[in-house]
C-alpha cells in the first residue's frame, strides 16, 4: 500500500515552530539540570549536545532524510540509532553504569514534563496534515498522561508522600505509554518498513525543527526512565557510584566530566557552571 505524500513539503504554521523550539529548549534545560545535580561539568554534555542537534538540522537541509525508499531508514540509523548506542553502553559498561546511578531521581521523573508541549504539538501537526492521528491524545496515544502526573509523581517523591515501589510502577507505566507511541509514530513514517498511517504518514519528522523529536526528545525521555527505573530495581549496593582512583584523580567513562569529589577546572572553561555543594539528596540515597 503507497503513502498519501501530499503534504510531504507542506511547512508547519510558525507558531507551531515556535512551541516545538520552546519544548526542545525546555528539554535542554531540564537535561542540564540533571547533569547539574549529578555534579557533572556541564560544558562536555552541552557541547555534545549542541553538535548533534545541529548534525540532525544539516541532514535535514540537505534533504538526507528525504529518501524514503532507504533501507534501512537513514533516520533509523542516523538519527535514531546513535542514542539508543550509547544509551546501551551506558547500560553495559561498570563505569556507565556508576553515571546513571548519579542522577537525581526526582529530576529524571520531572523530566516527562516535557511530553506535555510534545503531546500538544503532536495535535496541532495532526490538524495540519503532517503526522497521522493515530500518534495523538485524540487517537490512540495516552502518552500524555504520563507528562501530566510526571510533577505530581516527583514532588510526591521528594516529600516522601511516594516510595519506590510507587515511583517504579509509575516509571515502568511511563516507559510503556512512551514505547506505545514510538511504536505508533514509526510505524507511519514513510519508508519501506511502513506499517501504519497510509491516508496520512508522520511526515513532519523529516523536517527542521521536528526531526528533534525522534533523535533528541523521544530518546531523552528513554533515558529518564531507563536510569531511574534501574536506580529503583538495583540493590542498595549497586546504586553507589563508584569511588574514583586516587591514583588516576578521574573516572574511567567520564575524565572530562568528573574529577574527585566532582571536582572541576578552577580556571576558564572550568567554572562554567559548577555543581553545587551541599545539597540534600533526592534519590535512594537520601531517603
Known amino acids: 500500500?503507497?503513502?498519501?505524500?501530499?503534504?510531504?513539503?507542506?511547512?508547519?504554521?510558525?507558531?507551531?515552530?515556535?512551541v516545538f523550539l520552546g519544548t526542545v529548549l525546555l528539554a535542554v534545560a531540564?537535561?542540564?539540570?540533571?547533569?547539574?545535580?549529578?555534579?557533572i561539568w556541564l560544558l562536555p554534555p552541552a557541547l555534545l549536545l549542541g553538535w548533534w542537534l545541529l548534525l540532525q538540522g544539516i541532514l535535514v537541509y540537505m534533504g538526507f532524510y528525504r529518501n524514503?525508499?532507504?533501507?534501512?531508514?537513514?533516520?533509523?540509523?542516523?538519527?535514531?540509532?546513535?542514542?539508543?548506542?550509547?544509551?546501551?553502553g551506558l547500560l553495559l559498561t561498570r563505569s556507565g553504569r556508576s553515571l546513571l546511578a548519579r542522577f537525581d531521581l526526582v529530576g529524571l521523573t520531572r523530566l516527562s514534563v516535557v511530553r506535555i508541549p510534545v503531546e500538544l504539538c503532536l495535535y496541532g501537526l495532526a490538524l495540519h496534515h503532517l503526522v497521522p492521528d493515530l500518534i495523538t491524545f485524540a487517537d490512540r496515544n495516552l502518552d500524555l498522561a504520563a507528562g501530566l502526573t510526571a510533577?505530581?509523581?516527583?514532588?510526591?517523591?521528594?516529600?516522601?508522600?511516594m516510595g519506590p515501589r510507587l515511583l517504579l510502577?509509575?516509571?515502568?507505566?511511563s516507559l510503556v505509554l512512551l514505547l506505545n507511541v514510538v511504536v505508533l509514530a514509526a510505524g507511519s513514517v514513510p519508508t519501506p518498513w511502513q506499517q501504519l498511517g497510509f491516508s496520512q504518514p508522520n511526515v513532519a519528522v523529516l523536517h527542521w525543527p521536528f526531526v528533534w523529536l525522534p533523535t533528541f526528545i523521544v530518546p531523552?525521555?528513554?533515558?529518564?526512565?531507563?536510569?531511574?527505573?534501574?536506580?529503583?530495581?538495583?540493590?542498595?549496593?549497586?546504586?553507589a557510584p563508584l569511588q574514583p582512583s586516587s591514583r588516576a584523580d578521574e573516572w574511567h567513562l567520564e575524565p572530562w566530566f568528573i574529577g574527585r569529589s566532582g571536582s572541576r577546572g578552577?580556571?576558564?572553561?572550568?567554572?562554567?557552571?559548577?555543581?553545587?555543594?551541599?545539597r540534600k539528596p533526592t534519590g535512594l540515597a537520601g531517603r
Open 220 to 239: 531523552l525521555v528513554l533515558f529518564s526512565h531507563v536510569a531511574a527505573l534501574r536506580q529503583l530495581l538495583a540493590s542498595p549496593h549497586k546504586t
Open 68 to 88: 524514503l525508499y532507504a533501507v534501512p531508514p537513514r533516520l533509523l540509523v542516523l538519527g535514531v540509532g546513535p542514542p539508543l548506542v550509547a544509551m546501551v
Open 266 to 278: 578552577r580556571t576558564g572553561l572550568g567554572r562554567f557552571l559548577r555543581a553545587k555543594s551541599g
Open 1 to 18: 500500500m503507497l503513502s498519501n505524500l501530499t503534504y510531504l513539503d507542506a511547512p508547519a504554521p510558525l507558531w507551531l515552530v515556535a
Open 169 to 173: 510502577l509509575w516509571h515502568a507505566g
Open 151 to 161: 510533577p505530581l509523581a516527583a514532588y510526591w517523591f521528594r516529600g516522601r508522600l
Open 30 to 39: 531540564l537535561l542540564l539540570h540533571l547533569c547539574y545535580r549529578a555534579d
